[in-house]
Structures are given as C-alpha cells and as structure tokens.
C-alpha cells in the first residue's frame, strides 16, 4: 500500500516537509533519534506531527496520569510527559530491557524522568500488577498488535470519563484495508469494533512515514 502515484507521492512528502518547517523544534527530539540508530535500537518511532498531536492532546485534555504501553526509545514517551503538570505521570510498558535503557537515558536528557514511571517485562503481565493511584487521563497503545484488544480492555476499564484511548498502526501499510492473514483480519475486526462501539467518540488520523513509504494511522477515542 506504498503510495506509488507519481506525482502524488513528491506532493505528499512536500507537504509534510512544509509542516516540520512550521513546527517548533526541540533538538532533544533529533537527539533521541540519532541515539536510536547509535544504539542499534529499532527505528521505530512515532513522526514529528504525531508527536505533536499526542503533546496537544495531553495538553488539551489536561491529562495528569497517562498510560503508554510500548516505550521503545521514550520518544513518544518525551511528547507526552512535556505535557503533564509538575505532578503528572506517565506510566509507560517496555518488553525489551535494551529499549528501556536507551528511554532512561532519553527521560534524564529531556528533563521529564521525574515524571515517567518505566515497567520493563511483558505489558499483559505488568498490568495484571500495576496499582494505580486513581483512573487514567489518556492511554497510547503502540506495541505487539496482538494485543490490541487486551491493552485497549484494560485502557476503557481503568480511563476516567472524557478521557483519551489513542491507538497507532491501525492500518499497517494499508494492509487492515483488504486483510488477507488471520493477523490483519483481526487487526481489521479491532478496528470495526472500536468504530461500532464508540462511534462519534472516535475518530482516525491517517499518517505517511516517508523514510518508510508507509501509511499508517493513529485511533484516537473519547471515552463517554
């Protein structure tokens, strides 16, 4: 599902260099992302704009406890701690301790460790365990696809009214539009009954990575 037209492809990407123009740039953020590739961590991160629309949404949200499952290497994770009072948390869930250890460093950098509270072990097994000390605010899944499902469970159970579930790669390149595996199938079912659930509440932003030729897309649901 790579965008293959042409003339639209060099318009599109046009059009995103126009936007990270425009956008404020904190180096941190470059920092982060050549430390990734240093490390040898996958280069994996969310987009610049993506990051930008998880910081307003936090912000406009007033989010003071966010839940992120999928740490990687604290990107995301900076976007949206800049957004939380002095007070706030985010409570982020990383499987793999090399990617953790990279997200430690990258919180100290950005000057936001002291709000970030960093699980390492599986996410399913982590939440069985976490206490948390009243509901969530906002909720960003971006981790094993799988677990979709359970990780967005756990989200409605535990996310106070009005609050914010945001889930990425739910288009996977595309492929969710005409699933041919019983993975994208599945993908596809989450995605159908997320929309049927919440109807207006929800809502999708298509998104292009152009260093990856990829489409993809950010869920994002207002809990009633």
Known sequence: ??????KMKPLYVSVLEYLEAQ????????WILDETRVRGVPEMNITPE???ILNLLATLSGARRILEVGT???YSGVWMAKALPCDGKLITLEVNEKHAALARDVFERAGVANLVDLYVGPAL??????QLDGPLDMAFIDADKQNNWNYFSYAEEHMRSGGLII???IFLNGRVVAAETDYMRDLDNFNRHVFARYGSNVVSIPGYKK???NLDGMLIVRMP
């Open 50 to 52: 993506q990051g930008h």
């Open 23 to 30: 956008m404020v740039q904190d180096p941190v953020y470059s």
């Open 72 to 74: 990687l290497s604290g």
């Open 167 to 169: 889930v990425d790669n």
């Open 211 to 213: 260093e990856e030729d």
């Open 1 to 6: 599902m790579a965008i293959q037209d042409d």
């Open 125 to 130: 097994e982590t939440l069985k365990t976490l």
